[in-house]
């Protein structure tokens, strides 16, 4: 993570964003743990979510607009990926090579080790 400045923009998103819409916010004050941003509330330096006290936090910064939205658009792929395929079964053509070579691409765990399973010696 970049280390926050005073002056920095950042991208604020409420976690609850119906009654709010994202904005830019500008830090205040950096210290160890947390920076000060303008709308009142402080932002974990090393995350960027903000402090929600005793409860679940109020929201999170991103360091741009562009980055919200390209996790946004990454989310979103991801999860029409994984519907897509959820309780299907194997598309004609398709070969063990060739959902190795996904999982692969996809950084995927090989079926051995999501049940942890050993390959080679040990």
């Known amino acids: 993570m970049k280390k926050l400045v005073v ?3 950042l ?4 976690t609850h964003s119906r009654h709010s819409q994202p904005k830019d ?6 210290g160890r743990n947390w920076a000060q941003i303008d709308n009142g509330m402080r932002i974990c330096v090393e995350t960027l979510v903000a402090d929600g006290g005793p409860y679940s936090p109020p929201g999170c910064c991103y360091l741009s607009k562009e980055v919200y939205e390209a996790e946004v ?3 979103k792929a991801w999860r029409e990926l994984a519907k897509t395929i ?13 959902i190795a070579a996904a999982r692969n691409l996809l950084r995927l765990p090989s079926n051995a080790e999501v049940n942890g399973e050993r390959s080679g010696p040990g």
Request: aromatic letters at 10%; hydrophobic letters at 50%; glycine letters at 6%.
């Open 86 to 98: 959820q309780y299907k079964s194997v598309p004609d053509g398709v070969t063990v090579t060739d």
């Open 11 to 14: 991208w604020f998103v409420l």
């Open 73 to 75: 658009a990454l989310d």
């Open 7 to 9: 002056g920095q923009v």
């Open 25 to 30: 916010v500008t830090v205040l004050k950096v």
